[in-house]
Structures are given as C-alpha cells and as structure tokens.
C-alpha cells in the first residue's frame, strides 16, 4: 500500500517475506496480492538455497518496467523521470519527495509538454486499488493557470471523468438556462488512460485470473487503467474572503435549484 500510494506510476510490486529459514514472495498490482509458497533455504535444504539464488539473479536481472516502475513507455517520452518518484526513506517523506519532480507527456493533439509537481493535494491509499492522488502542478503550456493532476488506477470499465464533465458542458450550452453551470465546472486540459501494453505483468496476471475458480466461484478480476487528468484548480467554497463573491455563489447555487424545481 505504501508503494501504491506514493504518486509514481507503478503498476505493481513484489516484496519478500523472510521468516526464519523461509521465504515467501508476495506480488501485488491494483487488484490483486499473489502468495507464492514458501521456499525454506537452509543449509540442510539445498533445493531450496539454489532455487532462491536462482530467484535472486531472476529479480536482478528485471528492467524497471518488469518491476511495475513505468518509465519507458511510448518511447521513453511519457513519464521519463518517473523512478526518481520512487526516491523516499521513510513513509512520511513519500508524499514530500514528489514537489519539483518533473515529468515529460506527449498528447496528439497539443504535443509534448512538461509537468512539474507542486504540493500534494490529498492521497488516498485507503481506496484499495486505486491509490488516487492529487497533486498541484505547474507547465509551461498553461503559465497563467493553476493546475491539478490526478493519477489513479481505476477500475477499467469505470468511466473517466472527463467523459463525464464533457457531458455536463455539452447538457449545459445547449439546455437554455443552464449557462451558469459552465462558471463552475473545472476546464480539463489533459487527460488520459495509459494502456501497459499485451507483454505487459498487470495484463498477464488478468489472463491468469480471468477464469479464476475460487472464492465460492464468485471472484472476478476487476483490470485496471492508469488514468491521469490535468485540469484547472478550483477553490471550495470556505476559501472565499470577500461577501460579494459568496453571495454570486450562493446565487447560482439558488438559480440552479430553482430552474430544476420548476422544469427539471
């Protein structure tokens, strides 16, 4: 969960965990945790001794992306400094380390631009696979506007938020008294679901797991997507100082109810 929950794109994770003269492995992606049996390596077993030497060399041998770090994809342009995400000592310090970080995106429609991350908004490890956070963010493509971006892993067949703000504007500009919405939905800049590829470990793990029996025959894998969103950054409410500001907020909020009441 601490991996997860730092705001690095890393779609998985495998740690050991050593009980006396054994072993046993743990892989956990967005969806799922795999227990390997334990390997018990003492001297009196060498089976065991070679087949974690050999697991040893296996693990060293594994690029960044083989260890659920994605830095490479698309050429090695999206998320190209992504492993210095990963850089904390300690559990507190994951969510400061991300400030400054810089990182690289590719969009067909705008081109390349940079990211650079700012203080983290909140995070929440606490929604199993998810680990959605929210991060401020600074790009040279937007100078005068202060951004957000969201990265989560979704469930796939969730539906991405962008979908549903274009819906909400698109019902806003063509619903005759619905104009005052668009003041107060966020504008998103950028966003998109990142696919890990066919050769990919989250992907295999899904195809082991799609015809699972287990679980009273219920279980069923949920895949998931890396998502990420940049959008413009709203204020709540409570952050308001000035009366006239309220009040105009507080107008709209009574212009919206009033029109629905009457002809929604």
């Not at 601490?2 to 794109?9: G, L, R, S, V, Y």
């Amino acid at each position: 969960m601490e991996q997860f929950a730092i705001p690095a794109f890393r779609s998985h994770a495998t740690i050991g965990l050593v009980d006396r003269d054994r072993i046993q492995f743990y892989h956990a992606n967005h969806s799922v945790i795999l227990v390997s049996s334990a390997i018990n390596f003492s001297r009196k077993n060498e089976e065991g001794l070679d087949k974690l030497i050999a697991i040893v060399i296996a693990f060293n041998r594994l690029t960044l992306r083989d260890s659920g770090i994605l830095h490479d994809l698309r050429g090695g342009r999206l998320f190209r400094d992504n492993e210095k995400l990963l850089i904390s000592d300690l559990p507190s310090g994951a969510m400061e380390v991300q400030e400054g970080n810089t990182l690289e995106f590719v969009d067909n429609k705008i081109g390349a631009f940079t990211l650079t991350y700012g203080e983290v908004i909140s995070h929440e490890p606490s929604l199993v696979g998810r680990a959605t956070a929210v991060l401020e963010a600074k790009s040279p493509m937007w100078k005068d506007v202060d951004l957000v971006v969201k990265i989560s892993w979704p469930g796939s067949k969730r539906k991405a938020e962008n979908e549903l703000l274009d819906k909400a504007i698109e019902t806003a500009k063509s619903s005759p008294g619905d104009e005052w919405a668009l003041k107060h939905l966020p504008q998103v800049l950028f966003a998109q679901d990142v696919g890990l590829g066919q050769d990919s470990t989250h992907l295999n793990v899904e195809s082991l797991l799609e015809k699972a029996e287990f679980g009273n025959g219920e279980y069923e894998y949920e895949g998931r997507t890396l998502r990420i969103i940049v959008q413009e950054r709203l204020r709540p409410l409570k952050t308001l100082t000035n009366v006239k500001d309220i009040a105009q907020v507080l107008l709209d909020v009574g212009c919206g109810m009033w029109f629905y009441s009457v002809f929604g």
